[in-house]
């Protein structure tokens, strides 16, 4: 039976980026991917300062410029009135103060430069259609076996298998946790949107329990929409959060904001699910990464960026502890647990602040907003500053 050195459980972004930190630190690895072929479902994402010193690192970052959109600013708007409630600029001073933009792109785009950088390697062993179902530290190293019953050997196994990881389940038997909010999202060319867009910001159109999110991505192409609502018929296993709701929902929101809905494609909806932190990560030769490690809700979008993190902080382990995965598997898990449990646990509230529906809540929060200026940025130094991530004041 061939052996491999690193085994990569997920080939999305975090699992890429995992492949490019191993290779930093001279480690051959192979990832295993169960979709049939190599690619990212979804629409718009964003990245913090954080996860561009990552992409920076892992020398991608030119790449990225091309195909990324940099807002001016991020934008909080009152849904049915269109008043702007909170903005952070995002110019000079930001990333002077923080050493990189914050930016916009398609998700596609990011995988694909990811796994273009894993090809270059050559050090990067591509493996799809495989479903891993369980991972097993034996004498003889860690096994994983797949659906099919296959088998392979290796040194180390790191799961980035997403939410509903496998590996996990070797850790932990907590299940998701409904959120009983659903997205629906919508990408159209940019020449539909002109003339009703702002092309300049990324917006967040808030009110009680939704929300509507709208920006460009692939360079400036196309616009990205995603609307986001509680549904008041959730019930699990049930049909809810249905397209009828969502237009009920958005029903009286501004006519800028209620312009975006046409754009919205009905026949896919994502509804949202998180898991609580947990406190471990690693068994042997095992460990986690990403969303299979600390799956977030978007409210503060950095559940990729988490994930880069993870990847950034692994290499340096990786090469500080060079074949003792163990040892380095748990240090990465000291330093990572803590900082992406409270990732997780802010972008719940979060969502509880820009969703508020009791109107004491919505004055209060409106009002701490308003006496704040667009570059306060010492409440976003702790997330965009980044962790190891040195930051310019």
């Avoid at 329990?209 to 360079?219: A, E, T």
């Avoid at 986690?288 to 990729?304: I, K, T």
Wanted: proline share 4%.
């Amino acid at each position: 039976m061939e052996r491999h050195q690193l085994m990569i459980v997920g080939g999305g972004i975090g699992g890429l980026a995992t492949a490019l930190a191993a290779n930093e630190a001279g480690i051959r690895s192979t990832v295993f991917e169960q979709a049939p072929q190599l690619g990212e479902v979804g629409a718009g994402l964003q990245i913090g300062p954080n996860g561009m010193a990552v992409l920076d690192r892992f020398g991608v970052l030119d790449e990225i410029n091309k195909v990324a959109v940099f807002p001016k600013r991020l934008v909080l708007k009152d849904i049915y009135t269109a008043k702007e409630v909170a903005a952070l600029d995002l110019g000079e001073k930001f990333q002077q103060r923080y050493g990189y933009p914050y930016i916009v792109l398609h998700r596609s785009d990011l995988h694909s430069i990811l796994l273009e950088a894993c090809k270059k390697t050559g050090n990067v062993e591509l493996k799809t259609d495989q479903r891993i179902q369980t991972a097993e530290q034996t004498d003889m190293g860690v096994v994983i076996t797949n659906e099919k019953g296959e088998k392979f050997v290796g040194d180390a196994v790191v799961g980035a298998d997403g939410i509903k990881s496998n590996i996990r389940k070797l850790l932990s038997v907590d299940d998701t946790v409904p959120s009983e909010y659903v997205a629906y999202r919508g990408t159209v060319p940019i020449e539909e949107v002109k003339g009703e867009a702002n092309f300049d910001d990324v917006i967040m159109w808030i009110g009680p329990n939704l929300h509507l999110v709208q920006y460009p991505v692939r360079s400036g192409k196309l616009y990205n929409i995603v609307v986001v609502f509680k549904s008041y018929n959730y019930q699990e296993g049930a049909d809810w959060g249905t397209p009828e709701e969502m237009e009920r929902r958005f029903k009286g929101a501004h006519e800028e904001a209620q312009s975006m809905l046409r754009f919205i494609q009905r026949q896919f909806k994502w509804p949202m699910y998180d898991r609580n932190p947990i406190p471990n990560w690693t068994i042997g030769n095992i460990t986690l990464l990403g969303d299979a490690a600390h799956p977030m809700l978007q409210y503060l979008a950095q559940g990729g960026v988490q994930a880069l993190e993870d990847a950034s902080y692994l290499a340096d382990m990786l090469k500080k502890y060079p074949g003792q995965y163990n040892k380095a598997f748990l240090e990465y898990q000291a330093e990572r647990q803590p900082r992406s449990a409270r990732v997780q646990t802010s972008a719940r509230k979060w969502g509880e602040v820009i969703h508020a529906e009791d109107q004491a809540a919505i004055l209060l929060r409106d009002y701490v907003f308003a006496n704040r200026t667009p570059f306060d940025y010492e409440v976003c130094d702790w997330i965009y500053g980044g962790h190891k991530v040195p930051m310019k004041k």
